[in-house]
C-alpha cells in the first residue's frame, strides 16, 4: 500500500516553486507538484532533469529519414528498376519529398507516442490528487512523509503553512 501525501494547495505558481526549493533545502521528499498551467523555474525547484523527449525526437525522425531513403533505394534499384528518360536508377533528388514527409511522420507521431508511454498516460489509469483544484486554479505540492510516522505528517502540515499553503490535506498518490 503506497503511503498517505501531504498535498498544500497555493494560490499562485510562484507561492508553490518557492514552497518546492525550501521543501528540497530542507531535505524534504516532493512527490509532485500539480498546476493548472506551466509554472516557469518550477521544473528547477522540484530538481527535475532535462527531458530526454528532444533526444527521441531526433532518433525517431532519423529513423523515418533512413527506412523512406532506404526503401526508395531499394525499389528503384533492387526490387523495380526503370529507366525513366536517361536518368539514373539513383536520382536521390526525386527521393525528398517521400523522406522528407516520412522523416515528419516518425518524428511527430512517434514523440507523441513516447511521451504517453513515458508518462504512464492512459484511458484507464487513474486520476491522481482529485479534488483539489490543481486543474482548474488551484497549485498543489504533494510531500512524502516518512513511513509510518504521525510526526513527520504534522511537521509536514506546518512546513507547508509556514510556507503560504492556503489549504493542507492528506490523499494517496
Request: aromatic share 10%.
Amino acid at each position: 500500500m503506497k503511503p498517505d501525501l501531504i498535498a498544500g494547495v497555493f494560490d499562485s505558481g510562484a507561492a508553490l516553486a518557492r514552497c518546492a526549493r525550501a521543501a528540497r533545502e530542507k531535505g524534504l521528499k516532493v512527490h509532485d507538484a500539480y498546476t493548472p498551467y506551466p509554472v516557469h523555474g518550477l521544473d528547477e525547484a522540484l530538481g527535475l532533469s532535462r527531458s530526454r523527449l528532444p533526444a527521441a525526437c531526433l532518433a525517431l525522425g532519423l529513423t523515418g529519414l533512413l527506412l523512406a531513403f532506404g526503401f526508395q533505394e531499394w525499389v528503384f534499384l533492387v526490387d523495380w528498376p526503370m529507366n525513366i528518360g536517361g536518368k539514373p536508377d539513383n536520382a536521390w533528388p526525386a527521393y525528398l519529398p517521400v523522406t522528407f514527409e516520412l522523416t515528419v511522420l516518425f518524428a511527430g507521431v512517434g514523440t507523441v507516442l513516447v511521451f504517453l508511454f513515458w508518462r504512464g498516460l492512459n484511458p484507464w489509469r487513474e486520476p491522481r490528487m482529485a479534488g483539489l483544484g490543481a486543474t482548474d486554479d488551484k497549485f498543489v505540492l504533494a510531500l512524502e512523509p516518512a513511513p509510518a510516522s504521525q510526526e513527520g505528517k504534522e511537521a509536514l502540515r506546518e512546513f507547508l503553512k509556514r510556507q503560504g499553503a492556503r489549504d493542507v490535506r492528506e490523499d494517496r498518490p
